[in-house]
């Protein structure tokens, strides 16, 4: 699958690199997988009314319970400066309604991984992926109006999901 590269000295701002873009990234529901997260907010002062906010954006998807991914609601990206970014953290925007997304969140989670099968359910059910990589993030779309968009961030250029599952 065609895909983005984006390169920049910050990989860890989600906020800041995907800023051109957040507006269409709200309407989505987002698997999110990160094995230190999804948000680090136990250091907040705050840290039960950001709990308590953070949860009410929670679906809970029983194929998803006691792992590493989540399916949130769309608006969960309010929380990105506090998204834990670490190797291979992964995002995959979801447009239709809670139980599509949650039927299509246990497919993603029984296949997930740098897989060609993982791609392909991507590129023909998901709207997008966020995938972070050692220092940048990897884009794929079938979306091309969301892909040009995203092709204008400073520091992307094309890459292809094969070599992202040959790491």
């Keep these: 699958m065609k895909g983005l590269r984006i390169d920049t000295p910050h990989p860890r701002d989600f906020p800041r ?3 051109p873009v957040m507006n269409e990234f709200e309407c989505y529901y987002w698997f999110i997988e990160a094995t230190a997260g999804p948000f680090h907010i136990t250091d907040k002062p705050n840290f039960r009314e950001l709990d308590a906010e953070t949860d009410r954006y929670y679906v ?7 792992t590493s991914a989540g399916l949130w609601r769309p608006g969960i990206l309010r929380f ?9 953290t992964t995002l995959v ?12 969140a246990t497919e993603i ?3 997930y991984g740098r897989t060609p ?7 023909t059910r998901a ?12 884009v794929y779309s079938a979306n091309s109006h969301l892909m040009s968009r995203l092709a204008q961030i400073e ?5 292809d999901s094969d070599l992202l599952c040959r790491l």
Excluded at 127 to 138: K, M, Q
């Design 155 to 159: 520091g992307a250029s094309a890459t």
């Design 127 to 138: 709207e997008c992926v966020l995938i972070h990589v050692a220092g940048w993030w990897e």
């Design 80 to 88: 990105a400066s506090l998204l834990v970014v670490d190797d291979f």
């Design 17 to 19: 690199i995907f800023g």
């Design 117 to 123: 099968q993982f791609f392909e359910l991507v590129q």
């Design 93 to 104: 925007g979801i447009l239709g309604s809670e139980s599509d997304a949650a039927a299509l």
């Design 109 to 111: 989670f029984n296949i």
């Design 60 to 66: 809970s998807v029983p194929r998803l319970e006691g």
